[in-house]
């Protein structure tokens, strides 16, 4: 089955230091893969999507078919990092998105 | 450009009671998807609506249902609500149905059942 997951609750980190967030997946054809955000009381967007292979706000993520992978990494967090991170993957079939649970980034000052 | 709304923010109903939840998609969008989130989780599918018609729809009972108007808009109907309905629901338009259109999502109507 279709799923994603990701290990980590909570990430907390102090400003300056890298940041890695996990994300597994599990997925039958060829995955597309989607980091999604969510700050303090604002909705959840798109932080960066697989197929553009783009870096937004520092974040870049590389997928990994051997590991199953879609990490989110940034070398030096920001206070302004601190926030919801979701990674979700692309299912074809009615177009939808499958989500982890969420990993919470903390970077302390 | 005026982005995706919901309505109502928060809504209370007992058990067995019915739900109507509103999206208004942003301009331009003819595509609307339905999440739930339980608390500590990640959003789940509900179901999709492209142009009027359902697309796409997530493993959920029946109970619960949706509509699009001409106007793209969209609502999310739950019959019989049970206490695990209670959630945040959040809708997402696109301008397309393919995984290069981008999914923005509305703030999301809590729901609470007693």
């Known amino acids: 089955a279709q799923r994603v997951t990701q290990p980590e609750k909570l990430l907390s980190v102090f400003k300056g230091a890298p940041v890695e967030l996990k994300c597994n997946y599990s997925?039958?054809?060829?995955?597309?893969l989607f980091w999604y955000v969510q700050y303090s009381r604002q909705r959840l967007q798109l932080l960066l999507r697989?197929?553009s292979r783009e870096s937004i706000k520092g974040f870049t993520a590389d997928l990994n078919k051997g590991e199953t992978s879609f990490h989110l990494k940034k070398p030096f967090a920001q206070e302004e990092d601190s926030a919801m991170y979701y990674c979700?993957?692309?299912?074809?079939?009615?177009?939808?998105?499958?989500f982890g649970q969420g990993t919470e980034l903390s970077v302390k000052p | 450009e005026t982005g995706v709304t919901q309505s109502p923010t928060h809504l209370i109903k007992t058990r067995g009671q019915q739900v109507t939840l509103r999206c208004s998609s942003q301009?331009?969008?003819?595509?609307v998807s339905w999440y739930q989130q339980a608390l500590g989780q990640g959003p789940q599918f509900i179901f999709q609506?492209?142009?009027?018609?359902?697309?796409g729809r997530g493993n959920f009972p029946p109970r619960f249902s949706g509509l699009q108007f001409p106007n793209y808009s969209s609502e999310l109907n739950v019959n019989a609500l049970e206490l695990d309905d209670s959630a945040l629901y959040l809708c997402?338009?696109?301008?397309?149905?393919?995984?290069?259109?981008?999914?923005?999502f509305g703030p999301g109507t809590r729901l609470l059942v007693l």
């Open positions: 997402a338009s696109s301008a397309g149905t393919g995984v290069q259109q981008t999914q923005y």
């Open positions: 997925y039958s054809g060829s995955p597309e």
């Open positions: 697989h197929i």
């Open positions: 979700a993957l692309w299912e074809n079939q009615g177009g939808k998105l499958i």
């Open positions: 301009s331009g969008h003819n595509t």
């Open positions: 609506y492209y142009r009027e018609e359902e697309n």
